[in-house]
């Protein structure tokens, strides 16, 4: 029987796990020790798909994310906000052309996301979810299931704003508020490689670990039926 993995729950402290040193310790279904045959596989898929120079680029932005790296990984300190390592992280890639991908209701964040990209040398395309005015009737959406009953609403749209991102042919995609479920559909569609600026949370503040870091206090209400 196939052993599922639940590295979120290793029972193990992260200095003496397997994962972070050779001979660590593993609980028995540690995928670290059980999937050697895939993790041979890596390098191979990476270069036949063409991601090694984006995994090797990848690995080499986490580790400017830091300093008083020469003190001991306790000393440890980030320097750098998302933002910044996206475009510094494009940069690396030689990208030139940038996608926005970002929900109507961040149109603020968009707007200053996008002139930000724009000083630092990158063409960017961004496109709103609303794009279409699609009626939701149209998704058989009854009246009552709109934000707003009685009025008309349009849909939001992930597939056409990763069709037009296709056709202008961006070379990294940037997420900014999309809903939860057109997130999904976007990155099914999006013919570049995408990252994500933020994610919706409309309670939140578009923080959702707010509610994780608050479990056991003012969000133990979300463990309950």
């Given at each position: 029987m196939q052993q599922i993995p639940t590295c979120a729950s290793c029972p193990f402290k992260w200095p003496e796990r397997i994962c972070r040193r050779p001979g660590g310790k593993h609980p028995e279904n540690c995928p670290t020790v059980l999937k050697k045959d895939l993790t041979r596989k890596v390098y191979?898929?990476?270069?036949?798909?063409?991601?090694?120079?984006?995994?090797?680029?990848?690995?080499?932005?986490?580790?400017?994310?830091?300093?008083?790296?020469?003190?001991?990984?306790?000393?440890?300190?980030?320097?750098?906000?998302?933002?910044?390592?996206?475009?510094?992280?494009?940069?690396?890639?030689?990208?030139?052309?940038?996608?926005?991908?970002?929900?109507?209701?961040?149109?603020?964040?968009?707007?200053?996301?996008?002139?930000?990209?724009?000083?630092?040398?990158?063409?960017?395309?961004?496109?709103?979810?609303?794009?279409?005015?699609?009626?939701?009737?149209?998704?058989?959406?009854?009246?009552?299931?709109?934000?707003?009953?009685?009025?008309?609403?349009?849909?939001?749209?992930?597939?056409?704003?990763?069709?037009?991102?296709?056709?202008?042919k961006t070379e990294l995609n940037i997420l900014l508020g999309l809903c939860v479920g057109h997130d999904t559909i976007f990155l099914e569609f999006s013919e570049a490689p995408c990252t994500v600026l933020a994610v919706k949370d409309r309670v939140l503040a578009h923080n959702p670990l707010a509610a994780i870091y608050n479990i056991n206090s003012y969000y133990r209400w979300l463990k309950k039926d």
């Open positions: 191979a898929l990476l270069k036949e798909r063409g991601l090694f120079e984006l995994a090797k680029q990848s690995a080499i932005q986490e580790g400017e994310g830091y300093t008083n790296k020469d003190k001991g990984y306790e000393y440890l300190r980030p320097i750098k906000p998302r933002i910044q390592e996206i475009w510094e992280f494009a940069g690396k890639m030689g990208y030139k052309r940038l996608g926005l991908a970002f929900c109507i209701g961040l149109r603020a964040e968009a707007k200053v996301t996008e002139a930000l990209l724009k000083e630092k040398g990158f063409e960017v395309a961004s496109v709103a979810c609303k794009v279409g005015c699609v009626p939701k009737e149209e998704f058989g959406l009854r009246d009552d299931q709109k934000i707003a009953p009685g009025s008309f609403e349009s849909i939001c749209n992930p597939v056409l704003q990763a069709l037009i991102l296709n056709e202008v």
